[in-house]
């Protein structure tokens, strides 16, 4: 079992548009993009999410470095 061709593309062509008719689909097709579209901008945004989390983390690190290294400096030259 392949992907259908000729003549089986248009016998599911055929049969969609009974079941559905000529008006639902545009509709149907735009639902589904979207659909996709506001996936696509959820997927985005948990990236952004993501990378905003991993940099403030390496902030705080960085942040915690250079206490440490004025703290050890500090008492040093006491």
Same mark, same amino acid.
């Given at each position: 079992?392949? =992907?259908?061709?000729?003549?089986?593309?248009?016998? =599911?062509?055929?049969?969609?548009?009974?079941?559905? $008719? $000529?008006?639902? =689909?545009?509709?149907?097709?735009?639902?589904?993009?979207? $659909?996709? *579209?506001?996936?696509?901008? +959820?997927? *985005? #945004?948990? #990236?952004?999410?993501?990378?905003? +989390? !991993?940099? #403030?983390?390496? #902030? !705080? =690190?960085?942040?915690? +470095?250079? +206490?440490?290294?004025? !703290?050890?400096?500090?008492?040093?030259?006491?």
């Amino acid at each position: 079992m392949g =992907i259908p061709s000729g003549m089986e593309l248009v016998i =599911i062509v055929l049969v969609v548009l009974l079941l559905f $008719g $000529g008006k639902k =689909i545009p509709e149907l097709a735009k639902g589904l993009g979207s $659909g996709i *579209k506001n996936f696509k901008n +959820a997927v *985005k #945004d948990e #990236d952004k999410t993501e990378n905003v +989390a !991993e940099t #403030d983390k390496k #902030d !705080e =690190i960085e942040k915690k +470095a250079e +206490a440490t290294t004025t !703290e050890n400096k500090e008492n040093k030259t006491v």
